[in-house]
């Protein structure tokens, strides 16, 4: 059984930053452990013993890590704003790969760019969140629906619409870091038009 120590999200674990896990646990794939839920990015100062909520974070996370590799093979997560790309750069890159497959849904960019970074030896292909979740989005780009995994428990999904993303990845025009920086807009308010 593989356990969260062999992989790459042991370190994170330990640093406390896996945060409102909806999964966490083997994924029926020999040797592959996966996470759903948040990365605390960036910790607030705390005073005395008091739990106050990240700075920020990459939220959403759909991941799997495969046992004594320390690298995290697949991820899929949103960034409510571009500018959290340097808190990533320090606690998420050093646990991806080049060969590895991941996807950035950021809020402030256009709704219709679609682009490939590199970060490192790292390529990232990032994307719009249309006001929508990361699990909804991935599905949508993989071209899969629930009748296609419903029989699957919830460690069997995320493998599946994980290694879907993986067959479905496209490149998409390649553009510097620091111009991806330069095209971000405000940051939309998330909690906008929504119904009280």
């Not at 106050?52 to 704003?81: C, F, M, N, S, W």
């Not at 994980?162 to 971000?184: C, H, M, N, P």
């Amino acid at each position: 059984m593989t356990s969260i120590e062999s992989t790459a999200f042991g370190g994170l674990d330990s640093e406390k930053r896996l945060l409102n896990a909806t999964f966490k646990g083997p994924t029926g794939k020999p040797g592959y452990y996966g996470f759903r839920g948040d990365f605390a990015l960036e910790f607030q100062q705390q005073k005395a013993d008091e739990a106050r909520p990240p700075e920020y974070k990459l939220e959403q996370i759909l991941a799997v890590a495969k046992e004594g590799t320390g690298k995290i093979e697949i991820l899929a997560g949103y960034l409510h704003d571009y500018a959290y790309f340097e808190a990533f750069k320090k606690v998420v890159l050093p646990l991806l790969s080049p060969e590895g497959t991941y996807f950035i849904f950021v809020n402030n960019i256009d709704f219709l760019a679609k682009y490939t970074i590199t970060l490192g030896d790292v390529t990232l292909t990032v994307l719009p969140c249309d006001e929508s979740t990361v699990w909804k989005e991935v599905n949508d780009f993989c071209g899969v629906d629930k009748n296609d995994y419903k029989k699957l428990d919830a460690g069997g999904k995320l493998q599946f619409v994980l290694d879907k993303l993986v067959e479905a990845k496209e490149t998409f025009e390649t553009i510097s870091y620091e111009e991806g920086q330069a095209r971000a807009e405000p940051v939309k308010n998330r909690n906008e038009n929504r119904p009280v």
